[in-house]
């Protein structure tokens, strides 16, 4: 605290904006020279400011999962990458080694005050954009795996730059190991890009304010994000707060998954402890530590100001206990693509369900706390081509205090959009039959968990389909007497051979072979209600 | 500057606080504000050419409207239905399932135009080629048309799945509405481009509008006298009859700003400039928009967080102006808006009864404002007022009055420079090749010192900068946008181009006759949008009549923007375009002739703060007053021009001019020596 009382609030509001335009100017330089569409359209990336410790000092973030993740890709490209020069930059997307999943990969390149090795380093900056196939066993690299293998390819931390040169044979081996090579050469171009441009402009930065001062101006802004992180902690009311709830199963049984939080506040700081959460599964669940740590920090984050600066001052508030071998911090090699996008929302859950004990006018009921992932595969009849059409569905969000839920919408660690049926008919041999909001499907109380989603497919050739859904047992639950929304549901219809129509209910994760004319139902769970129904 | 046509033409710009009028008469511009008057704007129309003594001699009308736009916003729009395929009507609920906010528990969407109860669905269903899979049942249709009635539904949207590649069932549906007595609005007609959402969205906009921006166009225009021409501003930067905007209202929506634009491109070029970046700051926003020869235009934008799919300037707001609120955060931060103090009570200075520092207070007490010259004088600052609400705030701060007013500029112009970063830096634009126009009532008092942190080297500030939107009625064209998705592999378009862009043009010849005008007054300007096979987003190229060119000079485009090109890759043609521009012949802009220097003298001495080689100083600086300032006249910073709507604040180390067509052009030494070492300069 003490660098900072020398700090006045107008320097470091000038400040604080000088930073984040740096990261958002990466954001823009990436979007604007990426090649794929979930990058260039559904902005599924962040990017990021590091001092020379590698403590964040600024984020762009579009992508709540990505949020404590970050400062470890930094950390690990340290421990394992030292030392740096000018024009190194390190990739990686082991989740074992600062990565979250393996689609999600990682450019960090160190930023020195001239090309000069002997200059001064300054910081990092770093990128993350989540590329559209990275191998494995499935296209769109999304697998029901039953290890880390079997997701794709694995990327530890090297230097793919050295001195600004490319190590051409590195990126020949990542290439040949992924099914849509020019694309994925294209975006780890426009990463490159992205990091160049944050150089550039942490240098012009740096030279506006000296070294002496940028270095203090940093300390002051780490200061400051903690300084607004400890106002949000101080209204959590001191205690012990508990919380458990359950993932359906990990694909591979059908045996419930709990995770277990104890949230313990002192007035100054939090403990998120999940002791008593399931030992890690064969299933794809696993999630890595950094991701239970995006999540946690997401949940702080939403305690905070909605133009609070992200950066690492704000995690000194929490301390965060996560067991290793636990499904919350699975160890190597683990898979881990469902954890990312699933186990998430469930840690989400648990520790709003523990901080509504706290904060009772304050937290929502549980929103649908899955994503609905589908992916569809197979050779379109009118080219002849193979195509892989993924998607994720929006749901119920849990009803406020005194608001009810919104419907049909991508909650908490999700917010990506979806593919216009139009777009869809002309891009995939598949016929959108039916999209609307499920209703009735938000939980009853004095406010109103938000409907679910009915989005039904048919299919107009055979496919393979791969569901990885959530809450399809457990119900997203209620607050202060508000009852459940309703359980997600898949089905699948299709003409029996005595020529009705049959309707099969499928597991929250399945992978099936469908046939020209069939058709399966999606329908998401609706979010909790708040409060008893009046 | 020089003047064409020899007629009377008005340009009219009604705002939220006045009504702005510029009079074209012969060769002579003459400016006007009246009062607003929300209930009825026609009536401070009325009475603005009554005072202008125009009311029977306005030959033409050139209009910004807020009609349609505040219809949306404050939710009087008429009570609309909406038609969809069977499965699909809460699509315009759904949108695209993304949340507003990240991370805020509380936030809320607005509720969609249509609630449920007036959405109804028609089994029907078409492919993506247009061919019929299940044909319209017209009973679905009727029975709509009964709960319609029933509900008292006045106007109806009807949007249907691959309507715009087979309008046939929308036809007939529409056909059906409208001899029920329905206001329609068809999704083949105003939107013909594929994404069911965006095109629900805004035909749905178009039918909640489009009755009540009717009959406000047909009172106004029959309080005019007869035969005078009525054009309306649009998003696009051009202006549609009156005749058409009713029809279409839904390209008003986002005409707002887009005339400052327009204006701010023409003084630009009357100044010499071709690539400016107009900055128009107000009481409670700044809107920003850079102009490469023409303005940069976007695909969509929002209006209440609705979506607007149709051809608009790429216009970027802030929530930082001269009323702009400064406060403390929780951990010790200084912010500038975006609460804004508005016009009531205002900034602290107005003397109306604001507590909250503002821009304007600091401005006060930085002497950058004039007490006695603001608004000409009719309205007297509050001094006292502004140093004590800035005191306040200095206090938390632990800094002297002056010291906290300079930091409430740079907190705000740090803001204002990250909106300009948005339209340049961020679009892979450099601003230190670009001029900075300035305008609104607070833009030309920052305009220089954010040039300074920016590296723009020049800063233009036109004779009128408190009414440039209504001067920029006056240099719009009429402009008619049109598309249709086709969605064809480009090596196999040709066929299918031809045809949809020989509908395209017969729909838009059809347009100008019914607005009184020959094709050949118009210019066509057909255009391709091309993408990669299986990318999302496309790039707009012109389309000559053969598509292998219009697919060469979307790889070089692409080249250039994305900084690679696939040349091997098949390209997809998503929509077929035509712009069709009837030129204004109304006014001209042409740079004079550089005047005969000569140094002015000012009128008194002002004692302001000044920041000088990063110190706070206080000095005595020249005032001009603006209308004592001819072409040629020289100014060096420090100084103070004020003038009725505005005040310019030179800083030290810019100098400059008044130009031939009495536009102010100012240039700084520092930024200009910057150039020139590191060769950046034209």
Same mark, same amino acid.
């Given at each position: ?50 001092? %020379? ?32 020069? #000018? ?63 079997? *997701? ?84 959590? %009311? ?181 593919? #216009? ?7 995939? %041999? ?25 989005? *039904? ?44 129509? *049959? ?32 | ?39 009825? $704007? ?30 949306? @916003? ?17 699509? !315009? ?168 634009? &327009? ?70 931060? @200084? ?9 009531? $009570? ?22 950058? @404002? &004039? ?9 007297? !600052? ?53 001029? !900075? ?88 300007? $057909?255009?391709?949008?091309?993408? =990669? ?28 923007? =994305?900084? =690679? ?63 004592? @300032? ?7 910073? $420090?100084?103070?021009?004020?003038? =009725? ?38």
């Amino acid at each position: 605290m003490t660098a900072s009382e020398t700090i006045d609030p107008i320097s470091l509001a000038v400040f604080t904006a000088a930073l984040s335009a740096i990261a958002e100017e990466m954001g823009a330089a990436l979007q604007r020279s990426s090649y794929s569409p979930n990058i260039k359209e559904r902005l599924d990336f962040s990017c990021a400011v590091f001092d %020379p410790e590698g403590q964040m000092i600024a984020q762009a973030a579009h992508i709540p999962a990505h949020l404590g993740s970050m400062p470890d890709s930094v950390r690990t490209a340290l421990d394992q990458c030292a030392p740096f020069a #000018p024009g190194d930059v390190v990739i990686l997307n082991d989740p074992y080694l600062g990565g979250n999943h393996l689609p999600d990969i990682t450019l960090v390149s160190p930023v020195f005050l001239t090309d000069d090795p002997t200059s001064e380093l300054l910081g990092f900056v770093a990128n993350r954009a989540h590329h559209a196939d990275v191998g494995g066993i499935s296209p769109g690299s999304m697998p029901i795996a039953t290890e880390l293998f079997q *997701e794709g390819i694995i990327i530890p931390p090297i230097k793919l730059w050295e001195g600004d040169k490319l190590n051409q044979a590195a990126l020949r081996l990542i290439l040949r190991n992924v099914r849509t090579p020019d694309e994925r050469r294209g975006d780890l171009l426009a990463q490159y890009a992205a990091n160049r441009t944050g150089i550039r402009r942490l240098r012009e930065v740096v030279a506006r304010y000296g070294t002496t001062t940028y270095r203090k101006l940093s300390h002051a802004v780490l200061d400051y994000g903690e300084r607004l992180a400890r106002e949000a902690v101080r209204l959590i %009311p001191p205690g012990t707060y508990r919380f458990t709830d359950f993932l359906d199963d990990d694909g591979t049984s059908d045996e419930p998954v709990p995770i277990a939080v104890t949230v313990t506040a002192d007035g100054e700081t939090l403990v998120v402890d999940f002791s008593g959460t399931a030992s890690e599964r064969p299933g794809t669940i696993n999630t890595v530590e950094t991701v239970t740590k995006s999540a946690v920090y997401y949940v702080l984050r939403c305690l905070m100001p909605e133009d609070t600066p992200m950066n690492h001052g704000v995690f000194r508030v929490v301390r965060i206990i996560a067991p290793p071998g636990t499904v919350v911090n699975a160890r190597p090699q683990r898979a881990v693509a469902g954890g990312n996008v699933e186990t998430s929302q469930r840690i989400v859950d648990v520790l709003f369900g523990a901080l509504a004990q706290a904060l009772p006018d304050l937290i929502p009921a549980a929103s649908q706390g899955t994503m609905n992932n589908i992916t569809i595969g197979g050779i379109d009849p009118r080219t002849g081509q193979p195509f892989a059409y993924y998607e994720t569905l929006g749901g119920g969000m849990g009803a406020r205090p005194g608001l009810d839920g919104l419907s049909g919408i991508h909650v908490h660690m999700s917010n990506t959009r979806n593919t #216009p049926v139009e777009a869809l008919e002309y891009a995939y %041999p598949l016929r959108v039959t039916r999209y609307a909001l499920r209703e009735g499907s938000g939980g009853h109380g004095r406010f109103r968990g938000g409907d679910g989603l009915i989005r *039904e497919l048919e299919f107009l050739t055979d496919a393979e389909v791969t569901l990885l859904t959530e809450r399809r047992r457990f119900a997203p639950w209620g607050l202060q007497g508000g009852e459940s929304g309703m359980t997600g549901r898949n089905l699948f219809i299709r003409q029996s051979t005595d020529g009705k129509e *049959e309707t099969i209910t499928l597991r929250s994760k399945h992978r099936l072979t469908v046939h020209r004319g069939d058709r399966i139902r999606i329908e998401t769970p609706g979010g909790g209600g708040w409060g008893t129904a009046g | 500057m020089r003047v064409g046509v020899e007629m009377v033409v008005v340009g009219v710009d009604t705002g939220g606080t006045f009504t702005d009028f510029v009079v074209l008469d012969g060769k002579r511009i003459v400016v006007h504000k009246e009062l607003s008057t929300p209930e009825d $704007p026609v009536r401070a129309i009325l009475q603005g050419l009554a005072a202008l003594g125009l009311q029977d001699r306005v030959e033409w009308l050139v209009h910004g409207s807020t009609v349609a736009t505040n219809a949306v @916003l404050e939710r009087r729009g008429a009570r609309t239905g909406l038609l969809t395929t069977a499965g699909f009507r809460d699509v !315009l609920e759904i949108g695209r399932q993304n949340r507003p906010r990240l991370y805020n528990l509380r936030q809320v969407k607005p509720a969609p135009l249509v609630p449920r109860e007036w959405r109804r669905e028609a089994r029907e269903r078409l492919d993506e080629c247009g061919r019929i899979l299940l044909p319209l049942e017209e009973e679905d249709v009727l029975r709509a048309i009964g709960e319609f009635r029933a509900a008292g539904v006045e106007s109806v949207a009807i949007c249907f799945l691959f309507a715009f590649a087979n309008p046939t069932h929308e036809r007939r549906a529409a056909e059906l509405l409208r001899e029920a007595g329905f206001w329609v609005s068809a999704s083949h007609e105003v939107l013909p481009e594929y994404r069911e959402y965006e095109r629900t969205s805004t035909t749905v906009l178009n039918a909640y509008v489009g009755p009540l921006m009717g009959r406000y166009l047909e009172r106004l225009g029959s309080a005019l006298p007869p035969g005078v021409v009525l054009h309306v501003m649009q998003s696009n930067g051009g202006v549609l009859s009156g005749r058409t905007a009713a029809r279409e209202a839904v390209r008003t929506l986002l005409s707002g700003p887009a005339a400052g634009v &327009v204006g701010a491109r023409a003084v630009a070029r009357s100044a010499g400039y071709d690539r400016v970046i107009s900055f128009d700051m107000g009481g409670t926003s700044t809107d920003v928009c850079l102009i490469d020869g023409v303005p940069r235009e976007r695909s969509e934008g929002t209006i209440g967080e609705f979506p607007v799919r149709m051809p608009m300037l790429d216009i970027h707001t802030v929530g930082a102006g001269g009323g702009s609120i400064a406060w403390l955060d929780g951990g010790g931060v @200084l912010h500038v808006g975006p609460r804004s103090a508005g016009a009531d $009570p205002g900034p602290a200075a107005y003397g109306k009864g604001g507590e909250e520092p503002t821009v304007t207070d600091a401005a006060v007490v930085l002497g950058w @404002l &004039v007490p006695d010259a603001f608004l000409g004088g009719a309205m007297e !600052l509050d001094v006292d007022a502004a140093w004590r609400v800035i005191g306040r705030i200095a206090g938390i701060l632990r800094k002297g009055e002056e010291e906290a007013a300079l930091g409430i500029m740079e907190v705000a112009e740090a803001n204002m420079a990250g909106a300009i970063r948005v339209v340049s830096v961020a679009r892979g634009e450099d601003p230190r090749e670009y001029g !900075l126009v300035a305008f609104g009532g607070a833009g030309p008092m920052v305009a220089c010192r954010l040039a300074s942190k920016l590296h723009i080297p020049a800063v233009i500030i036109p004779p009128t900068p408190g009414v440039l939107s209504a001067l920029g009625l006056l240099t719009t064209d009429l402009i008619r946008d049109y598309l249709r998705t086709v969605m064809v592999p480009a090596e196999s378009a040709q066929p299918s181009l031809q045809s949809a862009l020989a509908d395209l043009t017969a729909q838009a010849v059809r347009d100008l006759s019914s607005d009184g005008i020959l094709p050949r007054d118009a210019t066509f300007h $057909p255009a391709l949008d091309l993408r =990669y096979h299986g990318q999302s987003y496309d790039l707009t190229v012109p389309f000559t009549g053969d598509t292998q060119t219009a697919v060469h000079r979307f790889h070089k485009l692409h080249e250039r923007l =994305y900084g =690679y090109a696939e040349p091997t890759e098949p390209v997809t043609v998503v929509n077929v375009r035509l712009r069709v521009i009837v030129p204004a012949r109304r006014i001209r802009w042409e740079p004079a002739p550089t005047p005969h220097l000569w140094e002015p003298t000012p009128i008194d001495q002002r004692s302001i703060i000044l920041e000088l080689h990063d110190n706070i100083v206080r000095e005595q600086v020249p005032r001009f007053q603006r209308d004592q @300032l001819g072409p040629g006249a020289i100014l060096v910073g $420090p100084a103070l021009v004020t003038q =009725y709507d505005t005040t310019i604040v030179i800083p030290p180390g810019w100098r400059g001019m008044v130009d031939g067509n009495e536009n102010i052009v100012l240039h700084s030494r520092e930024v200009e020596a910057e150039r020139h070492t590191s060769g950046k300069g034209r």
